[in-house]
């Protein structure tokens, strides 16, 4: 009898765990270089929920992991020039924060006090040789699509864009940063292109977002309203029953 | 439920990027004022499910886990310092610059200023100093039977005083530039400090490698762009607005729930 709330209970467990990833969807809404993530779902094939009474077929809901896209977001304009945007998906710049490699989407970077260009957050930008490092001195520095920077005409390092074979590697670590989880290894991506004085807005889709949020609300209520005729169910069963 | 309070950061951050661009679109016609910018950084994730982790016992491991992050913050508010449009303005001692570099301006504290409002007068002494009577440095002292002043584009002051035809050399205006501009400090007053992130003054001639010219009789315009901030909040007021939506759906499903044992 009791299958029905547990079933029932398993769904809104996901329900508020699929809310909570709406909701940091919506909040990221704005942020440069956002990927937007759903919770992807099945039923339970291990342990099927049990009851002597009835026969087999219920499944619990279970949520087996989440779904990023990594698709590209829109461009947009800053005019400053150590803003860049990657076109392409799936590729990132590579970073040094200490804590060792990181890679992002976000590349709105700055200057040191010693010239080297790191993110808003300190990590450094990698290039082909290491650090960056920009004599400011010499003149703005523009970079070319396949990420040279050159001052002045002359070349002065390159930014390192790179991808991976597959994308599930990668954990998100909070401030824009992505973090290699598993042992795969990054390689050059050629095909990408570097877009100066331009970030890449968060590929949020505000429309689809909001209809997932109506969607869940009105799940989440029709499974409660289930588990509350399950209730009434077994308590006029039990009514009735000890009349007897 | 975490949803509520990722959306209340949704909203927090939505409100920090509304009070940035009131504040660009407030100094439209600001002398020298570079508009700012708020970039958003995703916050931490908690690792519900971790990538990798076995997910049965037949050795099937999870492919991407699952991630729930917190919310949004602000990562920084930067300013963009690219050229504001020279003004004309016909002004004697109005300069501005065309390029990079600050001008350094002393405070009554003793410590050194820069801005780029090079809306400049002078004072009792015959002094060159900015709005609020702070001088500007190089001391520059313009004499009181000066008839023409001119001010070079690599920032020689010339005088003309009265009854010579030979234009004098007074003094010779310096720029300052910064390795990373965006770190200083806005102190208001069109003022800017030099902070560890900026990295030390480096001080030049107007038109040398890496310093813009001067240009007499101009000021440079804010570089805020009325139309982009417009839509700039118009997103900010909407994405608000759809943080708002999610604290009401998951409050409403909280009611729900909490209605079942009635």
């Known amino acids: ?244 | 439920m975490r949803a509520l309070r990722t959306a209340a950061s949704g909203m927090a951050a939505q409100q920090l990027n509304v009070e940035v661009i009131s504040n660009n679109i407030a100094n439209m016609n600001t002398v020298g004022f570079k508009r700012q910018r708020a970039e958003f950084q995703d916050l931490l994730y908690q690792n519900v499910e971790r990538m990798g982790a076995q997910s049965s016992a037949q050795g099937t491991v999870v492919p991407t886990g699952i991630q729930i992050g917190a919310g949004v913050k602000a990562g920084s508010v930067y300013r963009i310092t690219d050229q504001g449009s020279p003004t004309q303005t016909g002004g004697r001692y109005d300069v501005a610059i065309d390029g990079r570099g600050y001008f350094q301006v002393l405070l009554p504290s003793g410590e050194t200023a820069f801005t780029r409002a090079g809306n400049f007068a002078l004072n009792g002494e015959g002094q060159l100093v900015t709005d609020d009577g702070y001088a500007v440095q190089p001391n520059i002292s313009i004499p009181q039977d000066a008839v023409d002043v001119s001010i070079s584009k690599s920032g020689q002051v010339q005088v003309i005083t009265a009854g010579t035809t030979e234009p004098s050399i007074v003094g010779q205006l310096e720029l300052a530039s910064f390795f990373n501009e965006a770190g200083l400090e806005a102190i208001g007053d069109n003022l800017l400090m030099e902070t560890a992130a900026s990295g030390a003054a480096n001080v030049g001639t107007p038109g040398d490698v890496g310093f813009g010219q001067l240009l007499h009789g101009y000021t440079e315009a804010s570089n805020v762009d009325a139309v982009a901030e417009i839509s700039a909040l118009i997103i900010a007021q909407r994405a608000y607005e759809m943080n708002s939506k999610v604290i009401t759906t998951a409050d409403q499903m909280l009611s729900v729930s909490a209605q079942v044992k009635s």
């Open chain 1, 1 to 244: 009898m009791e299958n029905a709330a547990y079933v029932g209970l398993s769904r809104q467990m996901t329900l508020r765990r699929e809310l909570d990833i709406v909701a940091n969807n919506i909040a990221n809404a704005d942020t440069t270089g956002f990927k937007v993530e759903q919770l992807l779902l099945g039923a339970e094939i291990g342990e099927r929920a049990r009851n002597a009474f009835v026969r087999p077929g219920v499944s619990f809901v279970l949520d087996n992991g989440i779904g990023r896209d990594y698709g590209q977001g829109s461009l947009e304009q800053t005019g400053r020039n150590l803003d860049f945007a990657i076109e392409g998906e799936g590729a990132f710049f590579e970073l040094d924060d200490g804590a060792g490699e990181a890679y992002t989407r976000d590349g709105a970077f700055t200057l040191d006090p010693e010239g080297r260009l790191t993110t808003e957050g300190g990590a450094a930008v990698q290039g082909d040789g290491g650090d960056i490092i920009l004599d400011r001195a010499l003149g703005e520095p523009s970079v070319a699509a396949d990420g040279t920077i050159s001052q002045n005409g002359n070349p002065v390092g390159r930014l390192s864009v790179v991808r991976f074979d597959a994308l599930a590697a990668l954990e998100k670590g909070g401030d824009g940063l992505y973090r290699n989880a598993s042992n795969a290894t990054a390689i050059e991506a050629t095909d990408a292109q570097v877009r100066q004085g331009m970030l890449e807005g968060s590929n949020v889709n505000p429309i689809l977002e909001i209809t997932n949020l109506i969607e869940i609300q009105r799940a989440y209520e029709s499974v409660t309203r289930m588990i509350e005729n399950t209730n009434d169910l077994s308590r006029r069963a039990v009514e009735r029953l000890g009349r007897a």
